[in-house]
């Protein structure tokens, strides 16, 4: 069974002092479109299993800085999955590879980063040898004494190396598994053949959460998304605001997340990635609605800094 609560990061404590099997902690740090407004900006979530190190699922506008607001340090991410490389689930990419080049003392584990092409060259493009955007920084930081001298300030100990990422570019199927944690990923259909699009689902010893990305509503959502504990889909518009224009056969409105969920046999649905339309008064009350026409799960409806927490 399952049990689910839910707590702000920043200044809430756990209500609940039950021991659990394994506490499953998602943090939400991104949940809008490319739209900034005062409540969302693009797309990215981190999980945590029990003391494991936080896993990464996109990373969006500011993710970066929400991460450390939410009291996670960048170190403390090991493994980043793109889902797509729209720059709403991507820009604050080279934030997080340069704020963990600044961090680091050169004993901690290299990023790995997965996710479909572009994942490497944008990686390269970022901080490669003499290519790379910010090589310069990289340079300045690995020769003047002044980083040379904060380097060792904070542990490290020279000569400081430059920043190491291992990325990989991947495609359907297994892509991470160990002991603990097998992750999968299926391809869905967003905005091909521009940009390829993966949904991941995570699979550990009790149980499974699934990021569909961005995606119209498709059956390998539905496949990969199969009895899992927790969905956390797309939620762009309601219905009635999709149906006659392109955006429905690129994106899930509220039904369609719902019916998703539904079909998938989900115990709950995370909705984001919601447009600043749906922020309005009374707006959320009517996606819920929405959404429930077809799936009677718990629904939880994705706000930044805070976490969605559960024993599984
Ligand atoms: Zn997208």
């Not at 069974?1 to 404590?13: D, E, H, P, Q």
């Not at 490389?85 to 080279?94: G, I, L, N, V």
């Amino acid at each position: 069974m399952l049990y689910f609560f839910r707590y702000k990061s920043i200044t809430g404590a756990i209500h609940d002092n039950r021991v659990p099997v394994i506490m499953i902690c998602l943090q939400v740090l991104c949940s809008g479109t490319p739209t900034p407004s005062h409540l969302r900006w693009g797309s990215s979530f981190v999980l945590k299993m029990d003391d494991s190190k936080w896993f990464m699922f996109d990373c969006g506008p500011a993710a970066t800085y929400k991460l450390v607001q939410a009291g996670i340090s960048p170190l403390d991410v090991s493994d980043l999955f793109f889902t797509h490389h729209h720059s709403d689930h991507d820009s604050d990419y080279a934030c997080l590879l340069l704020s963990r080049f600044d961090m680091s003392i050169g004993n901690e584990s290299p990023l790995k980063v997965y996710g479909p092409p572009p994942t490497v060259s944008l990686t390269e493009k970022l901080i490669a040898e003499d290519q790379g955007a910010y090589w310069h920084d990289i340079v300045a930081r690995t020769n003047h004494p002044l980083s040379l001298w904060a380097y060792q300030q904070r542990g490290g100990v020279l000569p400081r190396a430059v920043p190491v990422v291992d990325s990989k570019d991947i495609s359907p199927g297994v892509v991470l598994s160990n002991d603990d944690v097998v992750i999968e990923a299926a391809r869905v259909e967003h905005v091909q053949p521009y940009l390829d699009s993966l949904a991941y689902r995570v699979n550990y010893n009790q149980g499974s959460i699934v990021f569909s990305g961005d995606t119209r509503p498709c059956q390998s959502l539905i496949d990969l998304a199969k009895n899992a504990d927790v969905l956390v889909m797309e939620c762009i518009r309601l219905h009635k605001d999709m149906k006659d224009n392109i955006t429905s056969e690129c994106e899930s409105s509220a039904q369609a997340a719902g019916e998703v969920a539904n079909s998938a046999g989900v115990k709950m649905l995370v909705l984001t990635h919601q447009s600043p339309d749906l922020d309005q008064p009374f707006k959320k009350e009517e996606v819920i609605q929405e959404v429930q026409k077809s799936y009677n799960g718990r629904i939880e409806w994705a706000v930044e800094l805070e976490q969605i927490c559960y024993e599984a």
